[in-house]
């Protein structure tokens, strides 16, 4: 969709007539909901964010990378390379989750936990196969384990006999280990998340 302003005339699918012409429409801003006040923080986010648990910091990804943004004076840090599909923070607020990719051409992606301020890098995923897509991780309720879905990724010809790609809910330890699935569904598409109890 698109959409925007010419000679104070709006056009477009996604035109919003009340904009006023020339404001930047793709971006990372923070409204306070009391006043409606929207501040821009930094243009042309537009991958996905997540908010620190104590509310402090803000983690967002774009073509270039994953970024934690602390609000109050402004201070973007990169922690990592590429654009994630997926980030969440653990628990204790001191390492994110994220889905990075692997190789762009075949769309694969495995998970990396990286600590707030970038370092510590890692996979915890042993023996990740190449073809496979890790997505939406999930931190335990006491930050010990990662729940994620991953599918199977067929970028060529899917062999004879292979059934449609779907999607496993699987568990590793954060600490790095082989992943146990957990489910055996025939979906080809699962959302996965924690309970608190």
């Known amino acids: 969709m ?26 990372l801003w923070l409204v306070d909901p009391a006043s409606g006040e929207a501040r821009l923080v930094r243009e042309g986010v537009g991958g996905v964010i997540s908010w620190s648990p104590d509310g402090s910091r803000l983690t967002f990804s774009d073509d270039d990378g994953v970024y934690v943004l602390e ?11 590429g654009q994630a599909a997926g980030l969440v923070w653990a628990p204790d607020g001191r390492r994110l989750a994220l889905s990075v990719p692997t190789d762009r051409a075949q769309r694969t992606y495995s998970l990396r936990i990286v ?52 999607s496993h809910v699987f568990v590793v330890a954060a ?23």
């Open 2 to 27: 698109s959409g925007g302003r010419r000679d104070g005339v709006c056009f477009g699918t996604a035109c919003d007539p009340w904009r006023p012409a020339g404001l930047q429409r793709s971006g």
């Open 71 to 81: 609000p109050r004076n402004g201070t973007v840090k990169r922690i990592a390379s």
């Open 115 to 166: 600590g707030a301020d970038g370092t510590g890098a890692r996979d915890p995923t042993v023996g990740t196969p190449k073809e496979h897509l890790e997505s939406l991780p999930r931190w335990s309720p006491d930050g010990r384990r990662l729940a994620f879905v991953r599918t199977r990724v067929y970028y060529r010809r899917p062999p004879p006999g292979a059934r449609t790609p779907v």
């Open 175 to 197: 600490a790095g280990g082989t992943p146990r699935r957990l489910t055996r569904l025939r979906l080809p598409e699962v959302a996965v998340d924690w309970s608190r109890r």
